[in-house]
Nanobody, 116 residues
Framework: QVQLVEPGGCLVQPGGSLRLPCTAS????????MSWYRQVPGKERELVAS????????NFADSVKGRFTISRDNTKNTVYLQMSSLKPEDTAVYYC?????????WGQGTQVTVSS
């Protein structure tokens, strides 16, 4: 079955950097569009970044443009979210996402806390 595995929670200081990996299994990773979302309590889950199957196209939310990048290694079935210049408002649970045959699959979520 489809599995998306993310690391445990992280605490980082404002202005710091963090790279989140998401390792996939159960589908042909190199054929799938991959995305990262985030969610804070009381708000809807929002799209942060996405990347096409071969990595040739990327897209970012306006709130993270210029600070976050997304990449993938299809030999390792892993997609990465590189976050830099982190702000307290980036604090959220971050989720890896893909779709297969019209069905959405989510990672378990990883708490990222930006605080001094």
């Amino acid at each position: 079955q489809v599995q998306l595995v993310e690391p445990g929670g992280c605490l980082v200081q404002p202005g710091g950097s963090l790279r989140l990996p998401c390792t996939a299994s159960g589908f042909t990773f190199s054929s799938n569009f991959m995305s990262w979302y985030r969610q804070v309590p009381g708000k809807e889950r929002e799209l942060v970044a996405s990347i096409t199957s071969l990595g040739s196209g990327v897209n970012f939310a306006d709130s993270v443009k210029g600070r976050f990048t997304i990449s993938r290694d299809n030999t390792k079935n892993t997609v990465y979210l590189q976050m830099s210049s982190l702000k307290p408002e980036d604090t959220a649970v971050y989720y890896c996402h893909t779709r297969k045959w019209g069905v959405s699959y989510w990672g378990q979520g990883t708490q990222v806390t930006v605080s001094s």
